[in-house]
């Protein structure tokens, strides 16, 4: 057949030529295995997301007041959790580094898998450059350092947690889990000493414009709450990232499903209290822009400093290291998958002798910093990477739909509550959050997409002639080609 030819040694399939390397080739980029547990992973996956706790989330207020962005969240919430267990499925099914990539490549073809992993690489290379520009935010608000540009905080973030990870994945993921607690500890702290001091009048102190649908619930109307989607993704982006770490993990099987749901069921716990805690404590108005609204809060609560609004700035710093610190992991993860599979410059996926993808942590930490360094905008941030993220949903549910219809018996250790009903409900959500970037910064969604289209001209025009054959993610797909041959 056409499509299966062979062509100075590259076998041609589904539009791209691949050619099969050495065993030296996939011994120079392998991965530590047995590294992580289910504990660690829904530890991962909370650290991930815990950051959106302390900073991100209130710009909603802004766009939408309290109640666009309440019910901002609880659609986004109901998004998270259906995707997260259809992800969780297709985890413990295709257990890969390339995770969403790996899905809808199987799913979707190489272009599809391309894609979706180049949507996911936009989401975590840029959150951890907001999640830096959040933390120089804090730095500042405490005086430290004398600083009045964090651009040193961000230089320093990035060369330190780099480093641990460029020391090993098993000490990095520990120590991810203990920065973690300590950032839990702050939120529970925040809570309850902010709950005495809750008002209901004060979540709805933004007063109505004239748009379409204006009201004390949604001050700025229907596009408000539209537009209020992008930073209720916030309390829970990444939490999709856990299936990164399959080839790390002891028994991906039984661990991924247990760490990805465990992590989604802490994190909408943590959601429901800040959303409603931090503006009824302190007012929407008073914390709507602001880069650490969780102090913020506390003094506007208590008229001014107080030793829970050092304590909230002090340890609170630990959550927004925590997503730093793991979001670093993510990328390095995808990016090393999609460069082991030749779809990006090879060199970017050589590991070292600790098995840590140490060109794949490196490159984007140097991006990240020139972006955080430049713009010092961490909403704009944001909605590049949630711009990025949402492309990214819209295609794994896809894959998760169609590999139900198309491989009905594709061996499923775990599978989805509700079927294609659960994961439908999750892309519809999806590609309203894709509308709403559009919506919120015209410029960030512009920009996304400019890189989006970019990767996709690479991939058209170079990488798809460049193809390894036998990547675990391409092996996978490989697989299903050739039974439905034999079919």
């Known amino acids: 057949m056409e499509g299966r030819a062979v062509r100075d040694g590259k076998r041609h399939l589904a539009g791209a030529d691949y050619e099969r390397v050495d065993a030296a080739y996939l011994h120079r980029r392998q991965l530590r295995r047995g590294a992580a547990g289910w504990v660690l ?10 950051s959106g706790d302390f900073a991100g989330w ?80 804090y730095v500042e608000a405490l005086g430290l350092f004398g600083l009045t ?127 409603v805690v931090a503006p009824g404590g302190a007012g929407s108005s008073a914390i709507a822009e602001s880069d650490n609204p969780l102090p913020h809060a506390v003094r506007a609560a208590f008229g001014g400093n107080t030793a829970l609004s050092e304590f909230i700035n002090y340890v609170g710093l630990a959550g927004l290291v925590a997503s730093f610190f793991s979001l670093i992991y993510a990328y390095s993860r995808q990016l090393f998958a999609l460069s082991r599979a030749g779809y990006l410059p090879r060199w970017l996926s050589l590991t070292g002798r600790r098995k840590t993808p140490f060109t794949a942590l490196l490159v984007p930490a140097t991006i990240g910093f020139v972006l955080a360094a430049v713009t010092r905008d961490g909403a704009m941030l944001v909605d590049i990477a949630v711009f990025g993220a949402t492309v990214s949903y819209v295609l794994m549910m896809t894959s998760h739909i169609v590999l139900r219809v198309r491989e009905p018996d594709l061996p499923r250790p775990y599978r989805t509550p509700g079927g294609v009903v659960t994961t439908g409900i999750a892309l519809v959500l999806a590609i309203m959050a894709v509308v709403a970037t559009f919506l919120v910064d015209m410029k960030a969604a512009a920009i996304t997409a400019l890189i989006f289209l970019a990767a996709i001209a690479f991939f058209w025009f170079y990488s798809r002639h460049r193809l390894v054959a036998n990547a675990p993610e391409e092996e996978f797909a490989a697989v299903a080609e050739a039974e439905s041959e034999l079919a």
């Open 41 to 50: 992973l829904a530890g991962l996956g909370v650290s991930y997301v815990i």
């Open 58 to 137: 209130n710009f909603g207020l802004a766009h939408g007041g309290w109640g666009g962005l309440l019910l901002a969240t609880l659609l986004m919430g109901t998004m998270y959790t259906c995707m997260v267990f259809g992800l969780a499925e297709l985890a413990a099914a295709m257990p890969v580094a390339g995770a969403g990539y790996g899905f809808a490549r199987r799913a979707l073809g190489p272009l599809g898998g391309f894609a979706t992993g180049t949507a996911i690489l936009i989401e975590y290379a840029i959150a951890p450059a907001a999640i830096a520009v959040f933390i120089g935010g």
């Open 149 to 275: 540009n964090a651009w040193p905080i961000y230089l320093a973030c990035y060369a330190i947690f780099v480093g641990v990870h460029l020391y090993g994945v098993g000490e990095a993921l520990r120590l991810m889990f203990v920065i973690t607690a300590v950032a839990v500890v702050a939120l529970v702290a925040f809570v309850a000493g902010m709950i005495f001091h809750f008002d209901t009048g004060k979540l709805f102190d933004i007063a109505p414009t004239d748009a379409f649908g204006a009201s004390a619930f949604l001050p700025f109307g229907i596009a408000g709450a539209l537009a209020a989607l992008v930073y209720g993704i916030w309390f829970f982006l990444a939490v999709e990232g856990v299936p990164l770490a399959a080839e790390e993990a002891r028994d991906p099987s039984e661990d991924m499903p247990k760490g990805i749901i465990g992590a989604m069921l802490v994190l909408l716990v943590f959601a429901a209290f800040i959303l």
